[in-house]
C-alpha cells in the first residue's frame, strides 16, 4: 500500500479537500441553522458531518484502491436552507436526516429501490435539484443589495477565480470572506477571541420522528443526494474507467450517514467534482496509486473536523446575509447544470419546468413541501405527454 504513495497524489487530495471543504462549509452551517438548530447543535453537525465523509474518504478508497470521492450532501444542506422549519424544531430535522439515511442504506440493500430512483427522468429530477438550489442562489445578489461593503470583495474574488480556474472560485470566494470579518468585523469581544476549545459542546439532541417530517424533508433530500451527488460522482468514476460497485458504495455511505445523523449531521454521499480532480491525470501518471489522493483528503477532513469549533465561531461573526451569499456563490455551477439538465429533451418541457417551479416556490399543500409535489406532478406530465408522443409517432 505504502509503495503505491506519490507526491502528485498527496497534492492533489489535499487540493480536493481544500476545494470541497471551502465550497460548501458555509452550505452546511447555512441548512441547519436555518432548520433551527442553535449554534452549538450546528457545530456539532458540521463536526461529524465532517468527520463522517473524512473517514468515509480513507476507508473506502483503501478498500477499492479506487479514488473514490466522498462529500457531504451538499444539495440535501441547500434543501435545509430553503426549507420551511419543521413543527418540531431541529430534533425533528434530525429525526428527518435519520429517515434519509436509512432511505439511503436500504438503496444499497434493494437493488429494486435502486432501480426505482435511477427510473425518475433525469431532467425531472435536475429540474428538482435546481429548484431546491435557486433560493439560496438569490442570496448573493440579496446580500450585495444589503452589505455591498461586504459582498462586494467575496464577489469580486470568486470572479476571480472563475476567470483564472472555476476550481480555484469558491477558495478565493472563501479567503475574501475570512478578510472581510477579519477588517471589517468588530472580533473584540466576539467569539473568535475566546478560547477555542478541540471539540464542540456536545448538547443533547433527541430526534423527533414524524410522517410530515419524512415527506417533506428526509425523501427530497434523499432524491436530490441521489441525484445530485451519487449518480454524478458513479458517473465520474466510471468514465475514468474505474470499477464502481454502486450498491457497496451507497450501503457504505448510508451506514455513515446513519451513524452520524442523530448528532444533526447531513448524509454523506460520493462526490462528482472532488472524484474529477483526484481521478484525473493531475493525480498521478499510474491510475492504480491515484486512489491515495482520496485517502490524503480524508485525513485532511478528519482534521478539519476538528478545527469545526473555530470554523463555526468564526463564522458566527459574521452578517447572515454574508453566510448566505458565500453559500450561493457555491451554488451556482450546480444550478446551472441542473437548469441545462431540465430542459435537454426540447419534446418535454412541460414536466421539468412545473417540477421546478413547484420545487422552487417554497409552497406546501396539506402540510407537505413543495419538492415532494414538484416530483410527483413533474413525474405524471412526463408520463401523460411520453404516451401522447408515442401514438402520434
Known amino acids: 500500500m505504502f509503495r503505491d504513495f506519490t507526491l502528485s497524489a498527496a497534492l492533489m487530495g489535499l487540493l480536493a479537500a481544500f476545494v470541497g471543504y471551502a465550497a460548501s462549509f458555509t452550505i452546511v452551517l447555512t441548512g441547519m441553522l436555518a432548520m433551527g438548530a442553535s449554534p452549538d447543535q450546528a457545530t456539532t453537525g458540521l463536526f461529524f ?29 441547500a434543501f435545509l436552507a430553503s426549507s420551511v422549519v419543521l413543527p418540531g424544531g431541529f430534533a425533528e430535522a434530525a429525526g428527518a436526516l435519520i429517515i434519509c439515511a436509512v432511505l439511503i442504506l436500504i438503496t444499497g440493500l434493494l437493488p429494486a429501490l435502486a432501480r426505482a430512483v435511477a427510473a425518475i427522468p433525469k431532467p425531472i429530477a435536475n429540474a428538482l ?4 438550489l435557486l433560493k439560496l442562489c438569490f442570496a448573493p445578489a440579496i446580500g450585495l443589495g444589503v452589505i455591498p461593503l461586504m459582498m462586494l470583495p467575496v464577489l469580486a474574488a470568486w470572479l476571480i ?36 476549545a478541540l471539540l464542540p459542546e456536545f448538547t443533547a439532541l ?79 501518471r499510474d491510475p492504480s496509486k491515484r486512489y491515495w489522493a ?46 441545462s ?30 419538492a415532494f409535489w414538484g416530483v410527483l406532478v413533474g413525474g405524471v406530465v412526463w408520463s401523460a405527454k411520453g404516451i401522447s408522443l408515442k401514438r402520434r409517432s
Not at 483528503?297 to 448566505?324: C, D, H, K, N, R
Open 49 to 77: 458531518a465532517t468527520l463522517g465523509m473524512g473517514i468515509c474518504s480513507i476507508v473506502i478508497p483503501f478498500l477499492t484502491r479506487t479514488p473514490a470521492a466522498i462529500a457531504w450532501s451538499t444539495p440535501g444542506a
Open 161 to 196: 477565480g472563475v476567470m483564472w480556474n472555476k476550481l480555484a472560485a469558491m477558495p478565493f470566494a472563501v479567503i475574501a470572506f475570512v478578510a472581510v470579518l477579519i477588517f471589517g468585523v468588530d472580533l473584540h469581544g466576539g467569539a473568535a477571541t475566546s478560547s477555542v
Open 206 to 284: 433527541h430526534p423527533v420522528f414524524s410522517l410530515h417530517a419524512m415527506i417533506s424533508v428526509a425523501l427530497p433530500m434523499y432524491l436530490v443526494t441521489m441525484a445530485g451527488q451519487n449518480i454524478p460522482g458513479f458517473a465520474v468514476m466510471e468514465l475514468n474507467d474505474y470499477p464502481v460497485n454502486r450498491a457497496g458504495l451507497i450501503r457504505g455511505t448510508g451506514l455513515a450517514s446513519l451513524l452520524i445523523a442523530p448528532f444533526g449531521a447531513i448524509p454523506v454521499n460520493m462526490s462528482a467534482i472532488t472524484a474529477a480532480m483526484m481521478a484525473g491525470d493531475d493525480a498521478g
Open 294 to 339: 482520496a485517502i490524503i483528503s480524508g485525513l485532511v477532513y478528519v482534521t478539519l473536523a476538528f478545527a469545526t469549533t473555530a470554523v463555526a465561531g468564526f463564522a458566527s461573526l459574521a452578517p447572515a446575509e454574508l453566510i448566505t451569499g458565500v453559500a450561493g456563490l457555491a451554488l451556482i455551477p450546480a444550478l446551472v447544470g441542473s437548469l
Open 129 to 132: 435539484l435546481a429548484g431546491v
Open 341 to 370: 439538465g431540465a430542459f435537454s429533451h426540447k419534446d418535454q418541457m412541460e414536466a421539468p419546468a412545473l417540477t421546478f417551479l413547484i420545487a422552487a416556490s417554497g409552497m406546501a399543500l396539506f402540510g407537505v413541501s413543495g
